[in-house]
């Protein structure tokens, strides 16, 4: 059995209740919701494949408005003592699926400022989420393999927010039929 996972219920608005092998949860927004909850659902069950899907702000002007895989996540939001940004004090800087993929920047905010985006495109970052960093990790804890898909939804700059609440409906169409495609479900 796998695991389809997204932070909020509108991200997998195009997706059916009930996905033939997969389970379904919803983890809600931001880093402690995500650890909380999927540390929960892998003490409570064992899976094969944890699936997450979801939206994401492409930050890299080349990104296309489709879906990408995720390889590597870092926080953008954490600085070690020595002041170094994504350098945690207890965690790993960066964590990984295993898989080719691009580099996410996890925060718990919604990202809509260009100067933060620009410092977060600097550290090398294609897309911004709110979760990634922290179902890696988990994931990681338990020694389940994890894929996770995000589809670009905004440009993380100014109206991002009410550019991500447009594109909501279009991205989870495109990850159900990316989903689709990639697991025959």
Request: proline content about 3%; hydrophobic content about 45%; glycine content about 8%.
């Amino acid at each position: 059995m796998k695991l389809l996972l997204a932070a909020l219920e509108s991200e997998l608005s195009a997706f059916p209740e009930e996905l033939s092998g997969f389970d379904r949860l919803v983890t809600g927004p931001g880093k402690l919701n995500a650890t909380y909850a999927l540390t929960r659902a892998l003490n409570e069950n064992t899976y094969d494949e944890i699936v997450v899907v979801g939206t994401a702000g492409g930050i890299d002007p080349d990104l296309a408005p489709t879906v990408h895989e995720v390889g590597t996540a870092y926080q953008h939001d954490v600085v070690d003592h020595d002041g170094v940004t994504g350098q945690h004090i207890s965690l790993p800087a960066r964590v990984t699926t295993g898989r080719a993929g691009i580099l996410i920047a996890t925060g718990d905010s919604f990202v809509e400022d260009a100067e933060v985006t620009a410092a977060i495109r600097a550290a090398g970052a294609a897309m911004v989420d709110m979760e990634t960093y922290a179902y890696i990790w988990v994931a990681e804890q338990f020694g389940v393999p994890i894929r996770v898909f995000r589809s670009v939804s905004d440009q993380a700059e100014e109206g991002a927010l009410t550019d991500w609440r447009a594109a909501l409906a279009r991205c989870s169409a495109q990850l159900r039929d990316f989903i689709r495609a990639k697991y025959g479900v």
